[in-house]
């Protein structure tokens, strides 16, 4: 993998209109605190250093204002949730009010600061569960709409993304409709478990009334073992090594921005990018009586090292050219099916980002754990349906099982403080 960019350069702000007060909850007052912000002096011991990083919420604030949003090229943070939502809001203007009010809250949370005062009586204006002051910790949130937003309801059906549609289902996938789609999707990504609940608490409470959540799943990063490597799934292999250079501006335009007019899409939709949610159970016990040859067989790479069969290198590119029949990395590898690594597919690579998930036990007391795959891309069709085309009855599929997630398109970026996301699309 290679190393992140920087963010986006901030764009110009674009005007907003009036707010609906029922959405704003606690969004209103909170600006001062964003300057008061400071970190607390760090031990001058090492290890009670990283302690107090962790504990304090030590990673940066991820700017928030840019032409893209900015959780979506950094790689997997330690701790997420994705959910999904219904637009519950009674017309169009009321909607655009729950979308300012989304991003008035993200603004502040990826940011950090002291809340306001409350009055006499009043409930609080935090939860407080990262104490008296809010704390950044690398916080980011992701906002994007599922194709059932372009329905009837408020107005939307010409301004529907190109390719957005419901999300497809592939032979072997075994999908509950309970935990499929949704008109909105949220994705908080952070340091730390306390910091994303706290945001997802934060947000659920200043939009009552206008969206209500359908489904939700937690997933983590692990570390990379060894260190230097590249984090692992439950399967215990390397996840997400082949990805494209999210540092390649000419990648990045013809792999995963939206790009109108040229593309047919909306010009509402420039800077956003189709966003594919997969959650996948793993069936770990059966998974973990399976001999290691064949384990590396099934994935084309070495468990230990992260080497493909035929490499020296976590990141050597495997030669396929020179083993035209599969001797070495079976022609069903999954690294293989998934990118085949010719000029004719070239254009369907996407741009992985997958956490773990556990949730315990199930019904009969197996082990419910597996993974949370998010992709972004500029074509759902031309890229993630194509890649899954290709891994339809890999020797895998006896392992893992596709049960939820969705479609959507991550909206643009917010430009600056009077920006707000969709703000074009819902004008």
Request: net charge negative.
């Amino acid at each position: 993998m290679t190393s992140e960019p920087e963010q986006p350069v901030h764009g110009e702000a674009a005007a907003t209109p009036g707010r609906r007060s029922f959405l704003r909850g606690m969004a209103g007052g909170v600006a001062g605190g964003f300057a008061g912000y400071a970190y607390r002096s760090t031990p001058a011991d090492p290890a009670a250093a990283a302690n107090a990083a962790a504990v304090q919420g030590r990673l940066p604030a991820v700017p928030f204002h840019g032409k893209y949003q900015a959780g979506i090229l950094p790689a997997p943070q330690r701790a997420t949730a994705v959910v999904s939502f219904t637009a519950t809001a009674s017309s169009r203007a009321e909607l655009a009010g729950l979308f300012q009010t989304v991003t008035d809250r993200a603004r502040f949370l990826t940011a950090g600061g002291t809340t306001p005062p409350v009055g006499i009586d009043g409930p609080p204006s935090d939860s407080g569960v990262l104490g008296p002051t809010v704390i950044p910790d690398g916080l980011t949130v992701t906002f994007g709409v599922g194709s059932t937003l372009f329905d009837s309801r408020y107005g939307l059906a010409a301004s529907r993304p190109l390719h957005l549609t419901p999300m497809k289902s592939f032979p072997n996938d075994d999908l509950d409709p309970a935990q499929c789609g949704g008109d909105i999707v949220l994705q908080l990504s952070a340091g730390n478990t306390d910091t994303v609940l706290h945001a997802l608490r934060d947000i659920a409470k200043n939009t009552r009334g206008g969206m209500q959540a359908n489904w939700r799943i937690d997933g983590f990063s692990s570390p990379a073992r060894p260190a230097g490597t590249v984090p692992r799934n439950l399967l215990g292999f390397m996840d997400g090594i082949a990805n494209p250079a999210v540092t390649s501006a000419a990648q990045m335009d013809s792999l995963v921005w939206v790009n109108p007019p040229a593309s047919g899409e909306p010009a509402w939709a420039a800077g956003g990018t189709y966003f594919v949610v997969r959650l996948i159970r793993m069936f770990v016990e059966f998974w973990d009586r399976v001999d290691i040859e064949e384990q590396e067989t099934m994935i084309g790479r070495r468990r230990g090292t992260g080497f493909p069969l035929d490499g020296t290198s976590v990141h050597s590119i495997p030669d396929y050219p020179d083993d035209p029949t599969g001797d070495v990395i079976p022609l069903t590898a999954h690294m293989r099916l998934a990118n085949p690594r010719t000029p004719e597919t070239a254009s369907s690579v996407i741009l992985r980002r997958a956490y773990n998930y556990n949730r315990g036990l199930d019904a009969v007391g197996d082990l419910d754990m597996g993974l949370v795959f998010t992709c972004f891309q500029q074509d759902i069709k031309r890229q993630f349906e194509t890649v899954q085309t290709r891994l339809i009855g890999e020797p895998l599929v006896d392992y893992i099982s596709p049960f939820g997630g969705g479609y959507f398109l991550a909206l643009p970026g917010v430009t600056g403080p009077s920006d707000f996301y969709g703000r074009s699309l819902l004008a």
